[in-house]
């Protein structure tokens, strides 16, 4: 509703006052992100230089559409600054990402930024992570073992459809949403994820952002490591 896109219009103001002429910057996926991306393009027009690194064939369209110049993800080995959304976050800088289906990409750009900015809003603070679900892309031939595996963490797994048919992500993969309950232990969570082969990438994020900004009633509240 309009609040809400003022509010993510807010953040995104603010994030990108953290971009410096001739950066490499990370273009997040989602609502959010999309916002940031379109206030981007406006400074450009006033003499802005950039170089975009998409995290999603969807933010590379709009990217493009936009005349933001662009590098592959694949041909980058540092990027300066990143700026994308979050589905649930924690002032410890615990993050789960994913609800787009984007995380995997998304990672690969958080990891390769020195400056990692988050927007999001109030609604996605939680003391502990895990009321969303953890999105996790799954190659589908290890789909039923990695199902298996997942189970025997105690998650409760759900294969991710998008208008009946089973969601397929920009590199090729099934996501689950797999609901753990709240999760005291991320990172631990997020290591024991990792080991399961046919887990492409989870939404967890952990030790990937230096600067989360919320919107909350009208204000941009900064919280920096
Ligand atoms: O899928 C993602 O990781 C997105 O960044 C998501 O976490 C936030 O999307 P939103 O800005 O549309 O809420």
Do not use: C
Request: glycine content about 8%.
């Amino acid at each position: 509703n309009d609040n809400q896109n003022l509010e993510k219009l807010a953040v995104a103001k603010a994030a990108i006052k953290f971009v410096k002429n001739n950066d490499v910057v990370g273009l997040g996926t989602g609502s959010t992100a999309t916002i940031a991306i379109k206030e981007l393009a406006k400074l450009m027009v006033n003499g802005l230089k950039i170089i975009g690194v998409p995290s999603s064939e969807a933010t590379k369209e709009l990217a493009a559409s936009l005349g933001i110049p662009l590098l592959e993800l694949g041909k980058v080995n540092s990027i300066d600054i990143s700026i994308d959304g979050a589905d649930e976050f924690t002032e410890n800088f615990e993050l789960i990402k994913g609800g787009g289906g984007a995380l995997f990409r998304e990672k690969i750009v958080a990891s390769l930024s020195k400056n990692r900015i988050i927007i999001t809003d109030s609604s996605k603070k939680v003391n502990n992570l895990g009321a969303f679900k953890v999105p996790i892309e799954v190659l589908p031939t290890a789909y039923q073992y990695v199902v298996d595996q997942l189970e025997k963490l105690e998650g409760s797994v759900t294969l991710r459809y998008k208008d009946d048919k089973i969601f397929i992500t920009d590199n090729l993969n099934y996501i689950v949403d797999v609901d753990f309950g709240l999760i005291d232990y991320p990172e631990k969570l997020g290591v024991a994820l990792n080991q399961i082969d046919g887990i492409l990438a989870h939404g967890i994020f952990i030790k990937l952002t230096t600067t989360i900004l919320m919107a909350k009633d009208g204000n941009v509240i900064t919280y920096s490591k």
